[in-house]
């Protein structure tokens, strides 16, 4: 664990990756909050928030695909356009909630799917980015710090977006609030793919040691034949 709390990759990561998690996970408390004022029935929130997880889960599972399929060599321009779609997203719901007098339930429910895209979609490849930069440790370890920050952070970006001095204000607070991650992950973080080059020597180890193994099989086998011959 010292290893990795001295490891600026891995306290930079978490403290980003951290922070957009929680607040996905606070969207589904804040949009109960702010629909409740639009005078939306239990069945159109319903529909909001399902196009914000269902949206979401599409591009997490392609993100799953195209790890398992591709490996993680776009990873990091993938993380920087997920990062952008939520921002923009988070910033949209901001000026609808705070400038828009009666939002239609259609609108909000685009910028939530869109922004389902953005966030949940960013969740594989914040974890393999994790995994890939602190390899050899384990991966529940190296994700582990990520998950709880998310959930912390989660409680707070959700009081704090909510609060009553906040009033309309709470997505653009959430906005402001992975402003700073954002700049962080388009500019500063890179992912070290360590266990990928980690995976290539191993290959090629074992490639050497089988081609050792096929030559000296064969030098045997050229050596009993000719004993085979003498004899």
Excluded at 1 to 6: A, G, P, Y
Excluded at 18 to 24: A, C, E, I, Q, T
Excluded at 60 to 87: E, N, P, Q, V
Aim: charged share 15%; glycine share 10%; aromatic share 10%.
């Amino acid at each position: 664990m010292k290893i990795l709390l001295n490891s600026p990759q891995f306290v930079g990561g978490s403290l980003c990756f951290g922070m957009v998690l929680g607040l996905s996970n606070s969207i589904p408390t804040t949009n109960s909050i702010y629909m409740a004022h639009l005078k939306l029935s239990d069945l159109e929130q319903g529909y909001i928030t399902l196009g914000y997880v269902v949206a979401g889960l599409i591009p997490g599972l392609l993100g799953a695909w195209w790890i398992d399929r591709k490996g993680l060599k776009d990873c990091d321009f993938l993380l920087r356009c997920l990062l952008t779609i939520s921002l923009v997203s988070l910033a949209a719901l901001g000026i609808v909630f705070t400038y828009v007098e009666d939002p239609s339930m259609l609108l909000i429910l685009v910028c939530n799917c869109v922004l389902g895209i953005g966030l949940i979609g960013f969740m594989p490849f914040a974890c393999s980015s994790i995994i890939e930069s602190n390899f050899p440790i384990q991966e529940a370890v190296s994700t582990n710090g990520m998950n709880m920050l998310a959930q912390i952070l989660s409680v707070g970006a959700s009081h704090l977006s909510t609060a009553k001095f906040v009033g309309k204000g709470g997505f653009g607070v959430l906005a402001a609030l992975m402003l700073p991650c954002w700049i962080y992950s388009m500019f500063f973080y890179r992912t070290q793919f360590k266990k990928q080059e980690a995976d290539e020597q191993n290959q090629e180890l074992r490639k050497e040691i089988e081609e050792s193994e096929l030559n000296e099989y064969g030098k045997s086998s050229t050596v009993d034949e000719e004993n085979t011959e003498l004899e």
